[in-house]
């Protein structure tokens, strides 16, 4: 409801939603152990994994997309993820829409 006059509605950056999330990596053992241990630990539920076949071990992408969950906790996963140890690079993080 939009009054003239009235301030606006609070906007908030922490809203709920799916995500997907890109990771590059260099390829090694445990690292979707890894993943599902630091998804585990900020509360993010894992919808599907996708990979496909590894061409180059030294640069490999796989998606991880999740259940419902706040972006807050999402982001805090993904900054986790950035720092293991085979993580190229911060993880593409985006909303899923409806």
């Known amino acids: ?12 950056d922490d809203y ?15 690292i ?3 993943i599902g241990e630091a998804a585990e630990k900020r509360g993010v539920s894992i919808n599907a994994v996708l ?3 590894i061409k180059d071990p030294d ?5 991880i997309t999740t259940d419902t969950v706040k ?7 993904a900054d986790d993820v950035a720092a293991l140890p085979f993580a190229k690079g ?3 993080v985006l909303a899923i829409l409806d």
Do not use: H, M, W
């Open 51 to 53: 990979q496909n076949p």
């Open 59 to 63: 640069d490999i992408a796989f998606v």
């Open 90 to 92: 911060p993880p593409v």
């Open 32 to 34: 979707i152990k890894a």
């Open 16 to 30: 709920e939603s799916a995500f997907y999330v890109r990771v590059t990596a260099r390829d090694g053992l445990g």
């Open 71 to 77: 972006c807050a906790a999402v982001q805090a996963f």
């Open 1 to 12: 409801d939009v009054t003239p006059g009235a301030d606006p509605p609070a906007l908030s």
